[in-house]
């Protein structure tokens, strides 16, 4: 049996690798000349099942408000006049509700955890070396207003079973003595020691050419223009620049470019691309960067070490689809790493970046089997892609092997929404 996987980015790759296990011939298509050059690219880099969660929640609204008045606020939001921003920002203030978020919140908490296993399983299969770090994360807060929401944050993690503690700035700086020489107001932290970070699109590149070098084939530079049917109810391959492709299902783990395609055949997904930035930085003195992956609470910045890098990313912003790098909003990205860790990279040799989040409204992504015979989703998962990219492939491979995946999908298929 031929499954082709439309999409070479960590949800795409990560699904062919299980296929590949599970006995199917596999190719995988893509528009760009390798893995990993979109949204794989260079975003956080965290590997966080306890962070997991949908953004819509309660007291969003409320807070996203304010920030439309705040310049340097983690939420941008330009109007478009696109309907499909405004159905999707009115699905997202539907989901703020109290209900919907602790089901949204579960959903995302059992499929992170679940992806993190998988991908502890592939790394040691394999062998994989794609600089990773399993030190955990470092949430860190600025004043006493996030520390009191830390409190309440801390009650959500304990009902959800995650491990994970509060800490003094003391603390704080003994899990992370680089924070010691902060330029950057710092009261206090939440310490998640299971997260951990890693170079997603190191890791897709090393898994794709451990997949080539088991047969299985990359169709780069090919743009993938609709999905070929055998009939009305059934895919039987894909259309493309460089002619007709046939298989006898297919993985459609194409991120936000998912949504255009699916619509082609009925398939109508609230996905809509939030820009993110990152700025990337040689190390420049070791002792200077943080060992620990630190997120700070009141920008939203992850920082992450990535072997001899040090990758700050952040910003939500809700506009249109282009990745156009701009340079501000990556260069104070990068400010909060400096002031946090002065001296630990050169700031001035910073490469920017900019990618897009297929966010779905109500936080999980979409993962399984469609109304289409041989057509299954891997897309949609966000800000947690590299998070639950492991997971969401072994579900792919599970479902279309006719087995019973390990964990309740409840919520996460099309079926369930």
């Given at each position: ?153 801390s009650q959500v993690l304990t009902q959800f079973g995650v491990n994970h503690r509060l800490v003094d700035r003391r603390e704080a700086t003994r899990i992370e003595p680089a924070l010691a020489q902060a330029d950057a107001p710092l009261i206090g932290g939440l310490y998640l020691p299971d997260d951990e970070a890693g170079d997603c699109a190191l890791f897709t590149r090393r898994l ?96 992450a070490r990535l072997g001899n890098q040090l990758r700050a990313a952040g910003i939500a912003e809700i506009s249109d689809s282009s990745t156009r790098p701009d340079a501000k909003k990556s260069d104070f990205v990068a400010s909060v790493a400096q002031r946090l860790f002065p001296g630990a990279g050169d700031y001035q040799a910073a490469q920017r970046w900019c990618g897009l989040r ?60």
């Amino acid at each position: 049996m031929k499954v082709m996987v439309l999409g070479a980015g960590v949800v795409g790759v990560t699904s062919a690798w299980y296929l590949y296990q599970q006995g199917f011939e596999v190719e995988v298509i893509d528009r760009q000349p390798g893995p990993a050059l979109e949204a794989s690219f260079a975003n956080a880099g965290g590997v966080c099942p306890g962070f997991a969660g949908p953004w819509a929640s309660p007291g969003m609204l409320l807070k996203a408000f304010r920030w439309l008045f705040v310049p340097q606020a983690p939420l941008k939001w330009r109007p478009a006049l696109s309907p499909a921003q405004w159905q999707w920002l009115w699905r997202f203030a539907r989901n703020c509700r109290l209900d919907a978020y602790r089901a949204n919140k579960g959903r995302m908490q059992r499929i992170a955890h679940y992806s993190q296993q998988c991908l502890h399983q592939l790394r040691d299969e394999l062998g994989l070396d794609y600089a990773q770090s399993s030190l955990g994360v470092l949430q860190l807060f600025g004043n006493e207003q996030e520390l009191a929401m830390a409190h309440h944050a801390s009650q959500v993690l304990t009902q959800f079973g995650v491990n994970h503690r509060l800490v003094d700035r003391r603390e704080a700086t003994r899990i992370e003595p680089a924070l010691a020489q902060a330029d950057a107001p710092l009261i206090g932290g939440l310490y998640l020691p299971d997260d951990e970070a890693g170079d997603c699109a190191l890791f897709t590149r090393r898994l794709a050419e451990v997949l080539q070098q088991r047969g299985v084939r990359f169709h780069f530079n090919t743009p993938i223009e609709r999905l070929r049917m055998s009939d009305e109810r059934r895919v039987s391959g894909v259309e493309t620049g460089a002619g007709t492709l046939t298989a006898d299902a297919v993985v459609v783990a194409l991120g936000c470019a998912s949504v255009p395609l699916l619509r082609q055949v009925g398939i109508r997904l609230p996905i809509y691309p939030v820009k993110g930035y990152s700025a990337t930085l040689p190390i420049a003195d070791d002792a200077a960067a943080p060992q620990v992956c630190v997120m700070y609470e009141h920008h939203k910045v992850m920082i992450a070490r990535l072997g001899n890098q040090l990758r700050a990313a952040g910003i939500a912003e809700i506009s249109d689809s282009s990745t156009r790098p701009d340079a501000k909003k990556s260069d104070f990205v990068a400010s909060v790493a400096q002031r946090l860790f002065p001296g630990a990279g050169d700031y001035q040799a910073a490469q920017r970046w900019c990618g897009l989040r297929p966010m779905t409204p109500d936080g999980p992504g979409y993962v399984g089997a469609t109304p289409i015979a041989g057509l299954f989703l891997a897309c949609g998962q966000g800000s947690n892609g590299w998070t639950q990219a492991a997971g969401v492939g072994r579900i792919v491979a599970d479902t279309i092997a006719g087995k019973t995946p390990d964990i309740d999908l409840d919520g996460l298929t099309l079926a369930g929404r």
